[in-house]
């Protein structure tokens, strides 16, 4: 056993809609505003194509459509967070990133079954803060395996190529 445990954790606040997000601000490498995207055929529906960091081409998925909630517009607020997922940098478009928070680890309660149509294989909990619920983001669950293999399968660009971008 470990001689230290964890008893806090710091989340990086987002919002999907009216619902509040959450994900360990360790797993997080860089919250930046929406790129230009470059659209690949042949991507799952949740893939909104692939960006180019840093000369690094990182796959876009749009959690509104990973989790079968209704398309917004893009907003002035809407962010990208750059996470790690299976060992692979992945683009998450959100609606807008608020705050980073500190939870206590006790704190945090397993999810229910269904959250406002979101399954709990996506959560790895929730925490009530300041009257409102945050849902903690599972990022090992966002894709599967086998969706993993695929992104990491893409066609790759180098710096300076660009692929047809679709309107």
Avoid: W
Wanted: with cysteine.
């Amino acid at each position: 056993m470990m001689e230290t445990e964890i008893q806090e954790i710091q989340l990086a606040c987002f919002r999907l809609g009216d619902t509040t997000f959450a994900a360990d601000i360790m797993r997080i490498k860089e919250i930046i505003r929406p790129q230009r995207l470059t659209q690949l055929p042949k991507t799952p529906a949740f893939v909104e194509g692939v960006i180019s960091l840093r000369g690094t081409v990182i796959p876009v998925v749009d959690l509104r459509k990973r989790f079968d909630l209704p398309d917004r517009t893009a907003l002035e607020e809407s962010r990208l967070l750059v996470v790690a997922v299976a060992r692979q940098l992945v683009g998450l478009v959100v609606d807008d990133v608020t705050e980073v928070v500190t939870v206590q680890v006790h704190d945090i309660k397993p999810p229910p079954h269904v959250v406002e149509g979101i399954g709990a294989e996506y959560l790895i909990g929730v925490s009530l803060l300041r009257d409102n619920l945050i849902l903690l983001l599972n990022l090992d669950t966002i894709l599967t395996h086998r969706e993993t293999s695929a992104l990491a399968g893409l066609p790759r660009l180098s710096p300076g190529q660009t692929a047809r971008q679709e309107a």
